[in-house]
Antibody, heavy 122, light 107 residues
Framework: QVQLQESGPGLVKPSQTLSLTCTVS??????????WSWIRQRPGKGLEWIGYIYNSVSNYYVPSLKSRTTMSVDTSTNQFSLKITSMTAADTARYYC??????????????WGQGTLVSVSS | EIVMTQSPATLSLSPGERATLTCRASQTIDNFLAWYQQKPGQAPRLLIS???TRATGVPARFSGSGSRTEFTLTISSLQSDDFAVYYC?????????FGPGTTVDIK
């Protein structure tokens, strides 16, 4: 059974870079076949897909965040990561990591981490 | 970007009643539609994929239907555990987007 767990700072200062890690158990990230994603939920709002990384080399970031976002995979630790630069208060949200299941251009999220709350404040 | 809308925003029902939630897409998405349930303080949970395929372990009282631009999630007889927020999500093309959610609360 796959499990995902986010980790990272709960507080980030404006203009700084957010770095989050998702530790995956129950499936190897080197095996391929899944689209490892980040999704966020701003306070009182709905869900927003940030993007995905696949097999360490293929990725997609949503246009609104593309210029500030980088995702990576570390197969030695079975973790994948999210970096968002130039954080502002508008980036305050609960960040979830999730597994995308399907194919390259169409997948849904069948497993989720519990999420980690990130606040942006000085 | 495909815009997803959901109605109603809130559905107030009693246990045992039937719940009907609607999700609409701004353009056709074939059947590339998923439904999720989210309870307070929890991550979303996948209920339905491909508009009508229940995920593993999801009770049969949950059913999904629809295609192209209009979709429905039906809970045939609400249990106490079903009061939550429900989101739809399309995965027809990038970027995938979610609807704003429907809250099912106790009347």
């Amino acid at each position: 059974q796959v499990q995902l767990q986010e980790s990272g700072p709960g507080l980030v200062k404006p203009s700084q870079t957010l770095s989050l890690t998702c530790t995956v158990s129950g499936v190897s990230l080197s095996g391929g076949g899944f689209f490892w994603s980040w999704i966020r939920q701003r306070p009182g709002k709905g869900l927003e897909w940030i993007g995905y990384i696949y097999n360490s080399v293929s990725n997609y970031y949503v246009p609104s965040l593309k210029s500030r976002t980088t995702m990576s995979v570390d197969t030695s630790t079975n973790q994948f990561s999210l970096k968002i630069t130039s954080m502002t208060a508008a980036d305050t949200a609960r960040y979830y990591c999730a597994r995308g299941y399907g194919d390259y251009t169409s997948f849904f999220f069948d497993s989720w981490g519990q999420g980690t709350l990130v606040s942006v404040s000085s | 970007e495909i815009v997803m809308t959901q109605s109603p925003a809130t559905l107030s029902l009693s246990p045992g009643e039937r719940a009907t939630l609607t999700c609409r897409a701004s353009q056709t998405i074939d059947n590339f539609l998923a439904w999720y349930q989210q309870k307070p303080g929890q991550a979303p949970r996948l209920l339905i994929s491909y508009a009508s395929t229940r995920a593993t372990g999801v009770p049969a009282r949950f059913s999904g239907s629809g295609s192209r631009t209009e979709f429905t999630l039906t809970i045939s007889s609400l249990q106490s555990d079903d009061f939550a927020v429900y989101y739809c999500q399309h995965y027809f093309e990038w970027p995938f987007t979610f609807g704003p959610g429907t809250t099912v609360d106790i009347k």
